[in-house]
């Protein structure tokens, strides 16, 4: 049934690694979601708690999904398989694989927005307003079914072209270059005319604004921009030699990806004050800040067209930016179902990455066209999927598979880690800190859905 290990794939190096699991940690998430989320839930008072859930629950729960991915060298299905014989196990892998087809299924089309601002922003400034307008229309049906699947012919040429060859270089070129123009496009808005009360909105945090819906938003934001709940790194796990730190690994990861929200902030929050002196609305008559999709894809592109020629630069490499950090999270998000097509089905990385990507490119096309679909579906599979999946990771590993085993796998890379600070405090996270606040994050927002 399983493939032999030469065939599944490694990563080439230390590095290439950390950068494929950064990349698909930052994504829209980061750019798109972050921001918009610290500007609505008070400042920096929302980073905090952030930054807190990211290394209270996030970093435990990467470290257990790369610990159970090289184990068992395996998709998350087989993964869960080969940790417990449990019967349920199996099926929270094979939970995680439904995530990826339908997280990916509507992320595509947002994706896909990305690539026809490019095109609406280059037609602006031709010249040509109404061709541009037609890029920028979110809701056109056959507009978004064009490029969603451009994206994902895109995807499925890394994945077809392996692991190493593949997804390690397209990342190892696509990361550094997603922190050179975000660094270089903080530097040039932070000089513009109304970004001092961007930066000051930022970073003052307005502590009377905790409450538990922001600790909330902040866990579902963490689970989500660190890919976690859904056997992404288990599946970029098993590709790992035993050489590597996985404890360091996954805090390089962590980091990156707290680094790189941090910094999209440093650029959006400016930039909607930016757009503001300059006339365009961003709160609604109540007083509140437009929606994210509102504020990324209509606020920044009429800042950037009320710029002048600078605008046409500046729009078009903050679109290709955010096209490119979805690109490295759209990679991870079809591996994992492609994993487990070539573990479980004995299919060849092609065939997989074909039928699975058809599969997922129908629907991305039935969102295109219903785009209100997206909403319920970041509900189901963002909102109580991840958690769901993060939870059920720390009771398999936390009470099945065990602690001591995990660690076993982990002291490769980190030697006589089991003697070390880290193995209690990990092991108490897993198996209490971390499920406890997982299931509360889960119940209330059960709660808040039915309320
Ligand atoms: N982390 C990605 C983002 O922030 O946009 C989204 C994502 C990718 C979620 C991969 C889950 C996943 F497995």
């Known amino acids: 049934?399983?493939?032999?290990?030469?065939?599944?794939?490694?990563?080439?190096?230390?590095?290439?690694?950390?950068?494929?699991?950064?990349?698909?940690?930052?994504?829209?998430?980061?750019?798109?979601?972050?921001?918009?989320?610290?500007?609505?839930?008070?400042?920096?008072?929302?980073?905090?708690?952030?930054?807190?859930?990211?290394?209270?629950?996030?970093?435990?729960?990467?470290?257990?999904?790369?610990?159970?991915?090289?184990?068992?060298?395996?998709?998350?299905?087989?993964?869960?398989?080969?940790?417990?014989?449990?019967?349920?196990?199996?099926?929270?892998?094979?939970?995680?694989?439904?995530?990826?087809?339908?997280?990916?299924?509507?992320?595509?089309?947002?994706?896909?927005?990305?690539?026809?601002?490019?095109?609406?922003?280059?037609?602006?400034?031709?010249?040509?307003?109404?061709?541009?307008?037609?890029?920028?229309?979110?809701?056109?049906?056959?507009?978004?079914?064009?490029?969603?699947?451009?994206?994902?012919?895109?995807?499925?040429?890394?994945?077809?072209?392996?692991?190493?060859?593949?997804?390690?270089?397209?990342?190892?070129?696509?990361?550094?270059?997603?922190?050179?123009?975000?660094?270089?496009?903080?530097?040039?808005?932070?000089?513009?005319?109304?970004?001092?009360?961007?930066?000051?909105?930022?970073?003052?945090?307005?502590?009377?604004?905790?409450?538990?819906?922001?600790?909330?938003?902040?866990?579902?934001?963490?689970?989500?921009?660190?890919?976690?709940?859904?056997?992404?790194?288990?599946?970029?796990?098993?590709?790992?030699?035993?050489?590597?730190?996985?404890?360091?690994?996954?805090?390089?990861?962590?980091?990156?990806?707290?680094?790189?929200?941090?910094?999209?902030g440093f650029l959006i929050i400016p930039a909607m004050y930016v757009a503001q002196s300059s006339g365009v609305q961003i709160f609604d008559a109540d007083g509140n800040l437009f929606a994210s999709t509102t504020l990324v894809f209509n606020v920044l592109p009429e800042m950037f067209h009320n710029m002048g020629g600078i605008g046409l630069i500046a729009g078009v490499m903050f679109f290709v930016l955010l096209g490119m950090a979805a690109l490295t999270s759209t990679i991870s998000l079809l591996e994992v179902p492609v994993a487990y097509m070539i573990d479980e089905h004995n299919v060849s990385r092609k065939q997989a990455a074909w039928s699975i990507g058809g599969l997922i490119m129908f629907f991305a096309v039935i969102v295109s066209f219903y785009i209100g679909l997206i909403d319920l579906l970041v509900v189901i599979f963002n909102n109580i999927g991840l958690p769901l999946g993060g939870l059920m990771i720390c009771v398999v590993v936390g009470y099945l598979w065990k602690t001591e085993s995990a660690l076993k796998e982990i002291s490769h890379g980190f030697e006589n880690v089991e003697n070390t600070w880290f193995a209690p405090l990990w092991s108490f996270f897993i198996k209490v800190i971390c499920p406890l606040v997982i299931g509360l994050v889960f119940i209330s927002t059960i709660y808040n859905i039915f309320n």
């Open 1 to 264: 049934m399983a493939t032999s290990e030469k065939s599944r794939g490694n990563w080439n190096s230390k590095l290439g690694f950390i950068l494929a699991a950064a990349g698909s940690a930052v994504g829209l998430g980061n750019i798109w979601g972050f921001p918009s989320q610290v500007a609505d839930n008070g400042g920096a008072a929302f980073i905090v708690i952030y930054l807190l859930c990211c290394l209270i629950i996030g970093l435990p729960v990467m470290i257990a999904e790369l610990a159970v991915g090289r184990y068992s060298k395996k998709n998350p299905v087989g993964a869960f398989r080969s940790v417990s014989s449990s019967w349920f196990a199996p099926l929270i892998g094979f939970w995680g694989v439904i995530c990826g087809v339908m997280i990916l299924s509507f992320y595509l089309v947002v994706a896909g927005w990305t690539a026809g601002y490019v095109f609406e922003e280059i037609f602006f400034f031709m010249g040509y307003p109404e061709l541009a307008s037609w890029f920028g229309q979110l809701d056109n049906g056959l507009k978004n079914a064009i490029f969603s699947v451009l994206f994902m012919l895109a995807t499925i040429a890394i994945i077809t072209g392996g692991v190493s060859n593949g997804i390690e270089k397209a990342t190892k070129l696509l990361m550094p270059l997603l922190i050179f123009i975000l660094g270089m496009m903080i530097l040039y808005v932070l000089t513009l005319e109304g970004s001092a009360e961007g930066v000051r909105v930022y970073l003052r945090p307005d502590f009377s604004s905790i409450n538990t819906d922001l600790v909330f938003s902040a866990m579902g934001q963490a689970f989500f921009s660190l890919s976690l709940g859904m056997g992404a790194l288990i599946t970029y796990g098993s590709y790992l030699s035993k050489k590597q730190n996985l404890v360091e690994s996954a805090t390089y990861v962590t980091l990156a990806d707290v680094g790189i929200a941090f910094m999209a």
